[in-house]
């Protein structure tokens, strides 16, 4: 049995990849409503820092800091995973290890987890979570993306313009 051994930085900010067991699948996109409830719910619970956040249809991708003292990310997830796949009452192919520990087999088990560390490495991360629906081909430009954090930071003035797609002075575009 393998044991994953993860960083316990109280009050980090952490990066993360989450995604469905069955790769291809729209799930995340189609049922949008109930993940932003699943997420909202579990932050009232466990308070955190959403810093970025996009989803696309079979994973997600996103930046939280959480509050000082407090290092259990591992189990918002829990949480968020449980409340969602209950909302949405799928159930995906299971093992049978899955189903010895009650899972539904619609996560994939584990997700991955980077301890952010600096300036540089934070804003890499938030901008990796607003190309990345354009590096994988769904859409043309970051802000068209519909489930992205990009929108509440291009309101906040934080976005620029080579991410907004706006051209403000002939500097980008054709």
């Known amino acids: 049995m393998s044991r994953t051994l993860r960083p316990r930085a109280p009050g980090a900010s952490v990066f993360f990849t989450v995604a469905l067991a069955g790769r291809g699948s729209d799930l995340l996109v189609r049922e949008i409503g109930r993940l932003r409830e699943a997420v909202a719910v579990t932050r009232r619970e466990r308070p955190f820092a959403i810093d970025a956040f996009v989803v696309m249809p079979d994973h997600l991708h996103c930046v939280w800091t959480l509050p000082e003292g407090d290092a259990a ?9 449980t409340r969602f796949t209950k909302s949405v009452g799928v159930v995906g192919p299971r093992s049978m290890s899955k189903i010895a520990k009650g899972e539904a087999g619609l996560w994939q088990r584990r997700f991955w987890e980077h301890h952010i560390r600096g ?3 934070f804003t890499a991360h938030v901008r990796y979570c607003w190309i990345n629906p354009v590096k994988h081909g769904f859409v043309a430009r970051a802000v068209d993306c519909p489930y992205s954090s990009i929108h509440r930071d291009m309101a906040r003035g934080i976005v620029g313009p080579e991410w907004s797609g706006i051209i403000t002075d002939g500097a980008f575009g054709e």
Request: glycine content about 0%.
């Open 73 to 81: 990310y591992s189990v918002r997830w829990k949480d968020i995973k």
């Open 119 to 121: 300036e540089a490495d």
